[in-house]
């Protein structure tokens, strides 16, 4: 038994992180002595309904499958979809049948994820966006949810492993537990001491609602830490939220009043993409917690469309491997990937994986994925009203 309920890396890249069947269909073909050349696709949706979601979760996947003897061709990370496949493997089916469940967890989760933090950075996208949500998720789980933030824009995050494993810095300054540990009346002393004991690369943001009216301990900050204050942030929970937005004015006033202006306002706290639209012309950056963390994963299933070279499908899935494209006008196209595309389409699937071997190193750099998701928001007119 173990510490902790985490099925360990190995046993995803072994296989054993399967559903059973797989196992029992890899001992009927192994007795049948079949072992097919399929072309199998991981799609959510058939053909283009105009729904877009973000791809995430690539570079997982293909950790997963390089090795094995399979090609693999798939859309990068940061691209929007709405139909058709997100990725094509060809080669022996026994090669990669049980691997099915890890994969389509792998892109499952983190494309629903960054589909949801991708609503919250077109809502707010000149405000700075972190990622709270770590904590509503299970721990294994915190990593590939900060890095779909990051993928769909996110400026920031706040788990600390999770930032050890992507080769970024968390995010954070103080909760409101804090201000309890030194009681009622006391939160200057907990500003005070977060500004002795805290490295000072790590910005003076103080948290400005434990006990009182939020234009009290704003006010209070300002005059404990004086020019050392970078910025308040706003917590407030929704059942003494009241008006938020008039709250954030208030405080802006009264900052504004006393010659502090310069001083930021963050909010958090159980807020959306609806939230940030309408707050994001009074604040300037935003935790987001659950939307983003809890997010709905994509419903991507992989299903065989050709075997030995002839078509295949099961009732209501499309047979032959297909092609992806996004239109000169912004919109998602399904083909054949034996033919041409439309005219003036873009091509999105791209090789990834050739014979085991990767051959696209460059396809999961974070920074480009963000780029491409930001990009490809404004090219197809994601999350405007």
Not at 33 to 45: I, Y
Not at 171 to 194: V, Y
Not at 292 to 302: I, K, T
Request: glycine share 10%; hydrophobic share 40%; with cysteine.
């Amino acid at each position: 038994m173990t510490d902790f309920d985490i099925v360990d890396a190995a046993a995803v890249r072994e296989g054993r992180a399967t559903d059973a069947y797989f196992e029992r269909t890899e001992a009927a073909l192994e007795h049948a002595g079949r072992n097919p050349r399929v072309v199998v696709e991981v799609t959510a949706d058939q053909f283009p309904d105009g729904d877009f979601e973000l791809f995430a979760g690539l570079k997982d996947a293909v950790a997963l499958l390089e090795g094995r003897t399979v090609d693999v061709d798939a859309i990068p990370e940061g691209r929007l979809f709405d139909g058709g496949p997100v990725m094509r493997i060809e080669g022996p089916y026994l090669a990669f049948a049980r691997l099915e469940t890890s994969l389509l967890g792998f892109l499952s989760h983190a494309s629903g994820i960054a589909t949801a933090a991708l609503d919250c950075r077109v809502a707010a996208p000149e405000s700075q966006v972190l990622s709270f949500g770590a904590r509503h998720v299970h721990p294994s789980m915190t990593a590939a949810v900060e890095r779909s933030a990051l993928l769909a824009g996110f400026d920031g995050f706040s788990h600390v492993a999770a930032g050890d494993l992507i080769g970024r810095e968390a995010s954070g300054t103080m909760p409101h537990a804090l201000a309890i540990c030194f009681g009622r009346g006391e939160q200057e002393a907990a500003w005070r001491a977060f500004d002795e004991a805290v490295d000072e690369s790590v910005p003076r943001i103080a948290l400005c609602d434990t006990y009182s009216d939020e234009v009290d301990e704003v006010l209070r900050a300002v005059e404990t830490l004086g020019d050392r204050l970078d910025g308040v942030r706003l917590d407030t929970t929704g059942s003494r939220r009241g008006d938020f937005r008039h709250i954030v004015r208030e405080v802006q006033w009264e900052l504004d009043v006393r010659g502090h202006a310069d001083i930021d306002v963050y909010v958090s706290g159980g807020l959306g993409p609806d939230d940030l639209r309408g707050l994001r012309d009074v604040v300037d950056g935003f935790g987001v917690g659950g939307y983003v963390s809890n997010a709905d994963p994509v419903d991507f299933a992989l299903d065989v469309v050709e075997v030995d070279g002839e078509p295949a499908a099961k009732r209501g899935k499309l047979s032959d491997a297909k092609d992806v494209y996004r239109t000169a006008d912004g919109a998602h196209a399904v083909g054949l990937a034996d033919r041409s595309g439309p005219e003036g389409a873009e091509s999105l699937m791209e090789p990834v994986i050739r014979d085991g071997d990767v051959v696209a190193d460059d396809a999961f750099d974070l920074d480009a994925a963000a780029e491409r998701a930001l990009a490809d928001a404004e090219a197809v007119g994601y999350g405007t009203e």
